[in-house]
């Protein structure tokens, strides 16, 4: 059953659109750098490549990163911490650098990015790392378009799995897949994460990811396929097996006086004492021949717009907040949705998944007990639930 799909373009003010590449140890990144490059220049399309500093420190003379990491933490935690420094200069040349050619669409791809130290750190040791580089977890986390995590060949494809063309690479094909697990679990609760698994052939698997990254730049037009699903009673959150990132989300719908059939939300995500703010606009894509399409576009906006925003609340829509609990199960991103206000929406209990492709396999975790899908239930969108009776 075909999920909701929303095209239309996607943006972040003015800022050039920002991905990552991650994943496990052999997964295929370095190969995705030049074949996004390539493929994405066909479509007119520029890409800066901010190489992964992991490698240009390890190979740079830090050779010995595994005995450092075991018998040396101190000398580990500051290598450590410069490829993180590296990572956030390269990452600000390359925008510097795209900034440089308005006139042509760019996108700045990074292979990995500051989330990933947190994979071969301590939670405490990740935390002490984001202070001393002055670094906020919305910022580490949340101000990419879209994360891609390409799963190691490790896992699903073990025969492909080789130590031999990256002389940075020590792991074992368990200990990749360990460090994959690890990867992945660092990016649950960024509100793109996709995953590209290897139920495919290699080829195939770059062709799935150019798809999806072609989506997230609108190529021909971004498009978002949902699908959503009520609970029959609430679920046991500490049962879920795999990591889980807790996000309380604030949904303000604004006042539309250009057109009736057109909504405007304002969108506070928090997490800890940190928080982004999101101004999307949607509306019905009259003429598409499609159900379920809408137009949309998304912008970060500061924390004093938010404000100021929210004083134009549409006075027929009530403000939605609701504790969004992201994990990953069996290769697919949940995200699944407590509403705590209004009122009358207290007892109800929502899962999402955005997929890939519309024709995705989708395996529904099975300690989550579903009463029926509501993807195409007008009643279950947010704008709906929000109306004040």
Known sequence: MPGIILIGEKRRMQKVPEIVLTGGPCSGKTTAETYLSEKLRDKGIRAFLASESATMIITGGVHDIVRLAREDRPKYLHAEKQMVLLHLDLRRRFNQLAKGFPEEKRVVICNRSVMD?????????FKA?????????????????????????AKGAERFYTKENNPARYESA??????????????????????????????????????????????????????????????FIPSIPSRVQKVSIEQVYLISAKNPDESIRIRKRSQGDYSVYYKTRKSDAAGQGIANVRQETESVIKAMDYLHLKTFQDPRIDIIRKNRYCFVYNNQYFELDEFTEPKHLRSLWLLEIELTEENDRLELPPFIQIEREVTNERAYTNYELAKIP
């Open 174 to 235: 368990e200990e990749a897949r360990e460090a994959d697990e690890r990867t992945l679990a660092a990016w649950i609760g960024h509100p793109h994460l996709k995953i590209i698994d290897n139920s495919t052939g290699f080829e195939q698997k770059m062709k799935r990811l150019l798809s999806a990254v072609c989506r997230v730049l609108g190529i021909p037009a971004s498009i978002e396929i949902e699908r959503k699903f009520l609970l029959s009673r609430p679920p």
């Open 117 to 125: 130290a947190a994979a071969y750190m301590t939670e405490e040791e």
């Open 129 to 153: 790392l984001l202070e001393d580089c002055g670094i906020p977890l919305s910022e580490a986390r949340d101000s990419f378009d879209a994360i891609f995590h390409l799963v190691t060949a």
